[in-house]
């Protein structure tokens, strides 16, 4: 059973179009983080490490049951965590993306604690408005997604973006250990980016209910696009630190849990590929 099982999961990465190239020799695993906190234990857990500083970005090469791992601390927003991303590509060569940290609560179904699969992630802090004359107010509700921050070139031609999907193989194995994580639950949903931090109830329930999101942070988008841009399979992962839905406040222990439950999922990744 335990052997067909792993062949199951096998084959869903086999077959997710990102994904052929997610092969032992075909790179090391990346996996980022935006802050000390985010990161602290992802590199605790490396073996044979060393740093590589590219500008102001830190990376740390090592191993992970014997297979190589890089951490990225990518720092906060959508500009590092480009930055960031870019350079781990073109330096490093993975073989798959996870990004990974804390978020705020958007789906009231949610706690403090609890973790969110990114089945998709979106630039959520991108606006247009239509035109409004002088006096007659601001209107934010009515405002619209401004996606063409999304867009890419692909073989010299303008592709529409509305979110980015994570690798299916990857979202797969994500979601098979749900069971196992003990400080809350673990569930697929949709995560927002933007350079904001929002705390206005009424608001969070409105991009909840417009653009249907489980969390908020300030990275997984971005490190997406990027993602997309070169084909590398990609995946994002947030543990609710805080939710105002609930009245919970961060929490930083909420950190070291999503990097355990990464770690354990990364050598889940790494048994299937040996």
Known sequence: MLLLKRGLLLCCIMLSPMSMAATPTSGPI???GAMDIETTTLIAALKEKSEVTLGSWSFWQGTINDYPVIISRTEVGI?????????AIERFKPALIINQGTAGGHDPQLQRGDIVIGKTSFN?????SEFTAQGKGIAPTKWQNFSVTMRLREQGKLVEHNNFAADKGLLHIATTMANSYT????VTGVIGTADEWNREVDRINWLHKTYNTSVEEMETSSAALVAQAYKVPFIGIRILSNTDLH???FDPQTAVDCQQFVIDYTKKIIMMRN
């Open 30 to 32: 990346l996996i980022q």
């Open 79 to 87: 500009a590092n965590a480009a930055a960031a991303t870019t350079l």
């Open 124 to 128: 959520m802090g991108a606006y247009k």
């Open 183 to 186: 400080k809350g639950k673990v």
């Open 247 to 249: 009245n919970q406040d």
